[in-house]
């Protein structure tokens, strides 16, 4: 079946604009996590969804960060009024949630975004 | 609070050779550990993971990884690197906070010569 797709692949803004970011993982999978990596680092945790339960938002950085998840399908991250320290790739995994720790998650390819 | 450490920031490595990249981990029970690679403008795919059983584990693409509680550390290897190998390497423990979230290490890029 499909992987995770994430859309837009790039997206480049001017400071100040509000940008969506768009996750549509794999099919049946109940857990949806959200990751940062910027340039020369390694991957910062920003939110997680497992199923109805309350999403853990404890990674997000700033009140400009939030996201949504419709269901158990697709989710959006939303950056308002971005900063240029925005720019990263984000990234969108999922998994099923039936291994607890021990879970697979399975990444998209990632949406470059670029704030000038 | 659990941690991973890549001491590597950057090997390189020539074709046919064999590649070692480390892994050291602080975590407060019995570890899950995972290696992802991430290929130039790829997302990240998992080689391969422990959680428990015998502590030499086989991935994907040829690599493994010994577990070695006694030096806590989680090391993967293989034997023969092809130029294909040529990526960014991570190193992932769960987060003991919250249920489902990975504490990244920093990575390691590894370069392939001719």
């Known amino acids: 079946g499909a992987g995770v797709s994430q859309s837009p692949s790039n997206k480049v803004t001017e400071k100040g604009k509000d940008v969506e970011l768009r996750c549509d993982p794999i099919s049946g999978h109940t857990a949806l996590y959200w990751y940062r990596q910027r340039l020369g680092q390694g991957l910062e945790f920003l939110i997680y969804f497992q199923g109805n339960s309350a999403p853990d938002k404890s990674g997000l950085p700033s009140d400009r960060f939030s996201a949504e998840r419709t269901g158990e399908s697709v989710s959006t991250l939303t950056i308002q009024r971005t900063q240029q320290e925005d720019s990263a790739v984000y990234l969108c995994?999922?998994?099923?949630?039936?291994?607890?720790?021990?879970?697979?998650?399975?990444f998209g390819p990632g949406t470059r975004l670029t704030v000038l | 609070a659990q941690s991973v450490t890549q001491p590597d920031i950057h090997i390189t490595v020539s074709e046919g050779a064999s590649l070692e990249l480390r892994c050291n981990y602080s975590y407060g029970a019995t570890p899950y550990l995972f290696w992802y690679v991430q290929s130039p403008g790829q997302g990240l795919q998992l080689l391969l993971k422990y959680f428990s059983g015998d502590t030499l584990v086989q991935g994907i693409k040829g690599f493994e990884a010994e577990f070695k509680r006694s030096q806590s550390s989680f090391n993967l290897r293989k034997p023969s690197v092809h130029w294909s190998d040529a990526a960014e390497y991570f190193c992932?423990?769960?987060?003991?906070?919250?249920?489902?979230?990975?504490?990244f290490g920093a990575g390691t890029q590894v370069v392939v010569t001719p």
């Open positions: 995994a999922s998994s099923n949630g039936l291994a607890g720790r021990a879970d697979t998650q399975y």
């Open positions: 992932a423990v769960p987060r003991t906070d919250s249920w489902g979230k990975l504490q």
